[in-house]
């Protein structure tokens, strides 16, 4: 049974990790444990380690040491050619990948890159490798510089080479194409290729071509002068500053890159100048040329102001250095998120490979792996684009998750709060979050903000709320973000990064209101554990749930459950097991259990039953040898909300699970909660899961 993939490619930077990081994301989404090899490496040079290889595991938090996840450095392999030792290179590349074959499911392989020494013979090697391992590959090219014909040509002699030594090929990707030929390459492309290979083509994507002043830093050695906290500004063109102010200015766009020598201090002011303008577009930095610093006073005045992005001071010459900013080729590094992100929502944009994924991996892994549901979560929220309003625009983590949100172009994002302090936020601290792509409103300048209040009169006046304190309701963000789902201008809400639980619903318990059949509004937990996924409840809402309330928490966690792709297994939890204990709490659970058996025949339950014995399988079978639920519960129901908070949280803290939630159940409209101590991950998926919920599921 095969159990790789080999992401070969025909020459140095043909964009080969923007499909790496894609099918990563999307083999993690279809199997349980996901492997990472590369055969051969280069050498970083200055001895550090392969970046590839870092940027995987890390972004996926793969658990595999870094020397199991390649075979050999290019020196080696060269050395072992010029020694006649080729086939230990080979024997050495099978072994280190049937070590992985044993500890994954399936392993994405990565050939070499193609620069450096030893390159005209790398091609060769690629398919040596593949058909000895015995896994089908997937070929990538650059169009960059190359007509159609050259494009097809090269991947057509690739593709037999691959064939001629009886490695299957399954799918050929050209990448980096304008975006106006992607149709004409694919057609040209299938002209040579049987029907069972799929084709695929990816546009140029600007800010994946273009370096990172802190690629810049590096390449020119340059010292950084002021802007260090904004390193990872995105460069787009660059131009030399040698013309007059007047002049130079008009010609900037935006993330300029301005490179002029460091005495002219008239360039280096107007443009940090031209930065802060809203007349003018934003730069991305400034590379000092000549080895020259300003003199103190003008760096006295840099020094004061509110905002400045990366100054850079080098010692070549203006025309060196420009042409040597020209030529670096941008990299994606372990820390460059936006690049990373990018990739991923470009791959899952252009390439389908849900039919090819299906037709890799053969096995069906059991349960549901944390990788596989946050997979299903993206996979499921991009079906239908929702309206998301985020009333608290000003906090840092929320419009760091908005960033992240709108960069893999998931959901629409409203933010309330003022525009202009919000812009100056964004600039401020550096935040890739692109405005043009988010609507902000401020609740009593909208021009819908006499209207929600007249409805929230409507709405309330039987509870003596009259037109003056409607507006002075509406003026608050939770309660003008609630509207606005109630009137259908968002789809959901997601707050409690700065209010508190009870602000953050209150509006959604006052007007949204519960859905038909609907008593008691709680909340789940999304326990993104090692190995599965486990839905707690309730741990954010109910203090002291009576047996009926207890037994409608589980019902509607049951459903949560199944509307989120996990089997629904309850296990209704207290201090013992079965009929052996007695008391108020346990005969609570125990009523409630009943009740759910009685209401919905189709679920299973078990209860009342003790943590260990509703995970452990040994312990299970134990106490309750006879049970459908014991050893294997998936969704666990806590008997108060003492016990559920303080249980998800321990969990999450000692174990290191990612705990994703709370979600509201039992409202018409979705409102989710956040904790005031959220991160930007919780921010980010709770957002994903309130989008989820608006689609009805």
């Known amino acids: 049974m095969n159990k790789g993939i080999y992401i070969a490619t025909l020459e140095s930077n043909s964009g080969k990790s923007l499909i790496t990081l894609g099918l990563m994301r999307t083999l993690l989404g279809k199997t349980a444990k996901v492997g990472y090899f590369r055969p051969v490496i280069d050498e970083d040079k200055k001895g550090g380690k392969d970046n590839h290889i870092s940027t995987v595991l890390s972004y996926f938090d793969l658990d595999l040491p870094y020397e199991e996840a390649f075979a050999f450095t290019r020196n080696q392999v060269i050395q072992k050619r010029n020694t006649g030792k080729s086939g230990e290179i080979i024997d050495t590349i099978i072994r280190k990948y049937k070590k992985l074959e044993e500890q994954f499911d399936f392993i994405l392989i990565e050939g070499s890159d193609f620069t450096g020494e030893g390159s005209v013979f790398e091609f060769d090697v690629n398919v040596l490798i593949a058909k000895n391992l015995g896994v089908p590959a997937i070929l990538v090219a650059s169009g960059s510089d190359k007509t159609k014909e050259d494009l097809a040509g090269s991947l057509q002699l690739a593709y037999n080479s691959f064939i001629h030594k009886d490695v299957n090929v399954l799918a050929m990707i050209a990448n980096k194409i304008d975006p106006e030929n992607l149709d004409l390459i694919k057609t040209e492309l299938k002209n040579f290729l049987p029907d069972e290979v799929d084709v695929f083509a990816i546009p140029k994507v600007e800010s994946l071509a273009n370096p990172t002043i802190k690629e810049i830093v590096e390449e020119l050695d340059g010292k950084v002068l002021f802007g260090k906290e904004f390193l990872d500004n995105q460069t787009g063109s660059f131009g030399v500053g040698a013309m007059q102010l007047r002049n130079y200015i008009t010609k900037l766009k935006h993330n300029s890159l301005v490179i002029t020598p460091g005495d002219r201090a008239d360039i280096i002011l107007g443009a940090l100048q031209a930065n802060i303008s809203s007349n003018y577009p934003r730069i991305s930095g400034i590379i000092l040329t000549g080895g020259l610093i300003p003199e103190d006073p003008i760096l006295k005045l840099i020094e004061g102001l ?180 109630y009137k259908g201008h968002a789809d959901g809400m997601v707050s409690g990064a700065v209010h508190t639980t009870q602000h953050t619903i209150r509006p959604a318990l006052q007007f949204i209101k519960t859905k038909p059949g609907v008593s008691v509004v ?51 939890l207290s201090y013992s097991s079965g009929t052996s204990g007695k008391g108020a709490d346990v005969d609570r659970v125990r009523q409630a259990t009943e009740i759910v058996k009685e209401q919905r025949p189709d679920l299973k339950v078990e209860g009342p039953i003790q943590y260990d014995a509703a995970v452990d399988i040994t312990v299970g079978r134990s106490k309750l040898p006879d049970s459908e639920v014991a050893g294997q519960a998936s969704v666990l129901i806590f008997p108060d909300l003492n016990t559920g908070n303080n249980t998800y949280k321990a969990v999450q803290r000692e174990t290191g699970a990612l705990a994703i939630g709370p979600m509201l159940q039992g409202l018409n409209k979705p409102v989710n909660d956040l904790s005031r101590g959220c991160t930007v991950d919780d921010i980010f998926n709770t957002v994903i899961i309130t989008a989820i919920q608006a689609q009805g599921i």
């Open 522 to 572: 709680s909340s789940i937990f999304f326990m993104c554990l090692e190995d599965r996924v486990s839905i707690f409840g309730d741990c954010a809402i109910n203090p002291n749930p009576t047996s009926e309330e207890l037994a409608e928490i589980a019902i509607s966690s049951a459903d949560s459950s199944k509307a989120f792709g996990i089997e629904p297994k309850i296990a209704m």
């Open 306 to 485: 509110s905002q400045v992005v990366p100054i850079v001071s080098v010692e070549g010459g203006t025309f060196g250095v420009t042409n040597q900013v020209g030529s670096i080729k941008s990299n994606i590094y372990a820390d460059s998120l936006p690049k990373i992100e990018t990739s991923i929502s470009t791959f899952e944009k252009y390439v389908s490979f849900d039919s090819l994924a299906e037709r890799l991996i053969s096995f069906k892994p059991k349960g549901i792996t944390p990788r596989m549901f946050q997979y299903g979560l993206i996979t499921t929220a991009r079906k239908a684009k929702k309206r998301i309003v985020l009333p608290e625009g000003l906090d840092e983590r929320i419009l760091q998750a908005a960033a992240r949100l709108i960069a893999i172009d998931i959901v629409d994002i409203t933010l309330l709060g003022n525009r202009e302090k919000i812009e100056a936020k964004v600039t401020t601290l550096g935040i890739e979050l692109d405005l043009t792509k988010v609507q902000i409103i401020n609740p009593t300048t909208s021009e819908n903000y006499q209207d929600y209040a007249e409805t929230f009169y409507e709405l309330r006046k039987h509870k003596n709320v009259n037109m003056d304190i409607a507006r002075d309701w509406m003026s608050d963000v939770s309660y003008f973000g609630t509207m606005m789902i």
